[in-house]
């Protein structure tokens, strides 16, 4: 990073970027004065693995599955975003129970990773019982998708022109009775993170993003929904069976009347959003055709199809962080000739700046998972100060972070 | 940064041809149907020359302030291509256009102004271009690296497919034979 000129007020810290919890490794540098965070740097990179570069050997179905790796929690979302790019230039039409198939599987993914996050916000300021009691509901999500992907994590659900399993009838009792059980504790989660006073104190006019700097920055999902820009794409066009369903933005001021774009609306969008997905995979069960699952089951022939085809196509899909974006060029060869992909976090990292700006040290865990950026907790803190160095461990820094929530709590 | 009335795709394509004529290459619009009431989703392809490039952005930013993606890219052998991924009318009910401006640049001077003046957010995306591509941005307010670490010489761009490409660093690579 370039260097800066330290006047006698501030000094820098910097924190990042490898930590076994981290998601996504991220490296900031602080610019601090006294308590308050003066200007903010950030560097990234630590994790690029070239997956891009790898597909150049690769067939579109390999693709698939090495687009799963993109990311642990997203496991669903940057394979659905390739296959829309991939189906929009060889033009193949999805059944229509594949669609809805689609969309309940999107939506299971957001319940796990809303409820994920969430409960390392919780962690972020203090709560380790909210953690657990969270993460024990998240738990059953995670259950409902094994039962309907075989899988837990990398589902390999998803296949070009379709979904590789069905939801039978017999399915449908224990899928049922999971959702029952996710709806009737999405109130205690609510009550918890909503209402609790020390959850506002911390999180009320912390972390702020203007609606101004969300559309100038660029940022996408519950980041930029929170600070009161309509930006969602499961409503903003027609894709799976989106088109069909009851679906709306879902902005703070659905529940307070007022956007203030802080750390509190951040939570709000989110947990709502839990409550959203439960609905809308209620929603597909009800209304889903019957119907073949796949356009062509079988992938020799499909990937014949694929090999003669020429052109370039976008898949845009609502992950539970944000928009992703995949465009795809194929000219007629077994591998497409580019494959770029874009992660909601990738637009969410500008952002950091203006929210974190202003804030205390403290607050740095929970403004920067704020934005559920795969970057959840801190590594190190190496204080340089009058060329004295001495080191934060990432354990002190989310000491100083429960420290700041039993003071307000006294 | 005031958001204007909705516009249709072809309102789009017809404000761009109109304001700048033959500089326009090319103009598609594609409609892809979704779900059982097949809805349709609205994909816009236009084909720019580098001369016009900066006055069409200020022209799309005018019209109504777009939501950059993201920049992707192709290396074209003569030609590096620059894809610019705008979403316009977000915040209605399937309204929501997705605009592609692409943009081919020489090889021998790969050479395009910034929109960081226009749109801040599109910084992270063009770092990623100049060293991705060997792009070079001209006007850009902060040329550092940003994926790549320090130890990947200049010089050598992972997206080219020419001698620029990363093929002499494969060498480093688990399982290649040195």
Known sequence: MKPKTTTKTTYHIPVGPIHPALKEPVFFEFEIDGERIVDVDVKLGHVHRGIEWASRKRNPV?????????????????????ALAVEDIADIEIPERAEYLRVIQSELERICSHTLWAGVAAHEIGFDSVLFLTWQIREKALDLTEYLTGNRVTKAITMIGGVRRDITKDMLPTTQKGLQYLKDNFEKLRHVFLDDKTFKMRSQGCGILTKDDALKLCAVGPTTRASGVKKDVRVDISYFAYGDLDVSHITPDVLTGEVNGDVYDRIIVRLLEVKQSIDLIEQCLDKM???????????????????????????????????????????????????????????????????????????????????DPCMSCTNRVGIVKDNKRYELAKEELHRLSVEKTRRLMR | MTKKEKLTPEEVVKSFESS???????????????????????????????????????????????????????????????????????????????????????????????????????????????????????????????????????????????????????????????
């Open chain 1, 62 to 82: 390999q693709i698939l599955y090495l687009a799963e790796r993109v990311c642990g929690i997203c496991s669903y979302c940057h394979p659905a975003a390739f």
């Open chain 1, 289 to 371: 055709p019957s119907g073949d699952i796949v356009a062509e089951p079988k992938i020799a022939k499909l990937l014949n199809q694929l090999k003669k085809v020429n052109g370039e196509g976008v898949g845009r899909h609502e992950a539970p962080r944000g928009e992703v974006i995949h465009y795809v060029k194929m000219d007629g060869n077994d591998a497409p000739f580019t494959w770029k992909i874009r992660a909601p976090t990738y637009n969410n990292i500008l952002p950091w700046i203006p929210m974190l700006k202003g804030e205390q040290i403290a607050d740095i865990p929970i403004v920067a998972a704020s934005t």
């Open chain 2, 20 to 178: 700048f004529k033959s500089k326009i290459k090319s103009s598609q619009i594609k409609k892809r149907k979704a779900g059982s009431k097949k809805n349709e989703a609205v994909i816009i392809w236009l084909k720019i020359d580098k001369s016009a490039f900066k006055g069409a952005i200020e022209h799309l930013c005018k019209m109504q302030f777009p939501h950059l993606a993201v920049v992707s890219g192709n290396d074209l052998g003569e030609t590096i291509e620059l894809i610019y991924h705008f979403t316009l009318n977000y915040g209605g009910r399937m309204d929501e256009i997705s605009l592609n401006i692409s943009v081919e640049l020489p090889k021998s001077k790969p050479e395009i102004e910034t929109i960081c003046d226009w749109i801040p957010g599109a910084l992270v995306t063009e770092r990623e271009k100049q060293e991705m591509l060997g792009v070079k941005i001209i006007g850009i307010p902060d040329d550092r690296r940003l994926f790549l670490p320090d130890d990947i010489p200049e010089g050598i761009y992972p997206w080219r497919r020419d001698e620029t490409g990363p093929d002499k660093l494969y060498k480093n690579l688990h399982g290649v034979k040195k």
